[in-house]
């Protein structure tokens, strides 16, 4: 059976935050009232096995971009294994479906998580979201099952725009061998404003952009009527 391992800060690190008063980390993203935000320390898994089926998992925030009206975002069950599921399926072509993590932010980042597109006539499978600033303004690749593609974005004042690929320009992302009905790894490497993009443990491209430069939240997403699963979400401070 899977476990679930979070490991966030120590306690030397919230000694050392509240005894010098240090304000949120630069970021556009406003903070809980009254509750610091602090950048992640040490790796951070989820697998999510302990939280509860149909329902959002605890300390994520649901956000939609673009048309539509809401977005669902829960735990189900999938050949006996918990894995956290974009179900809502009723969504127009421009609307973006995130998830993301509460308690804490980061600039730099490695994440990776297995997704798998389970259903979507207008798009299926989905990817990982870093400096999420707010609903309209952060990054985002992801692989698409019918498209068999991977595109990293950036999504700006609501809009999303794809991004040169590093050495090839303008080529809306890399096309990949075929993603199938089954599970993915997808994988991206943050270093200030270098992104390398992961497939299955190979690299396949990267990207250069200076758009967000400050901390933000992490997350996941899909697009319009894709249903995915998503499970192994791992985030580690970049190295």
Not at 72 to 99: M, R
Not at 119 to 124: A, H, L, V, Y
Not at 180 to 186: A, E, I, K, Q, V
């Amino acid at each position: 059976m899977k476990t679930l391992k979070i490991i966030l800060w120590t306690f030397a690190a919230w000694a050392i935050l509240i005894a010098c008063g240090e304000a949120t980390p630069e970021s556009s993203f406003p903070a809980p009232q009254n509750k610091i935000i602090p950048v992640l320390q040490q790796d951070t898994i989820f697998s999510f096995e302990t939280y509860e089926r149909g329902k959002s998992p605890l300390h994520w925030t649901q956000y939609y971009t673009g048309r539509g009206e809401y977005t669902e975002w829960k735990i189900v069950e999938d050949a006996g294994n918990n894995v956290l599921a974009q179900w809502s399926q009723d969504q127009p072509n421009y609307h973006f479906n995130e998830i993301v993590w509460d308690e804490f932010v980061l600039q730099d980042v490695d994440m990776q998580v297995r997704l798998k597109g389970v259903k979507g006539k207008k798009d299926q499978g989905g990817g990982l979201v870093w400096r999420f600033l707010d609903a309209n303004n952060y990054y985002v690749v992801r692989a698409n099952p019918l498209e068999n593609n991977v595109v990293l974005y950036k999504v700006q004042d609501g809009i999303r725009s794809d991004l040169p690929v590093l050495g090839k320009g303008k080529t809306y992302g890399v096309d990949v061998p075929e993603l199938g009905s089954g599970w993915n790894t997808l994988r991206v490497q943050v270093k200030d404003d270098l992104f390398t993009v992961y497939l299955n443990d190979k690299e396949i491209f990267q990207v250069r952009d200076k758009t967000f430069r400050k901390a933000g939240k992490t997350g996941l997403w899909t697009k319009a009527d894709a249903v995915t699963y998503f499970d192994d979400f791992s985030i580690k401070p970049a190295k």
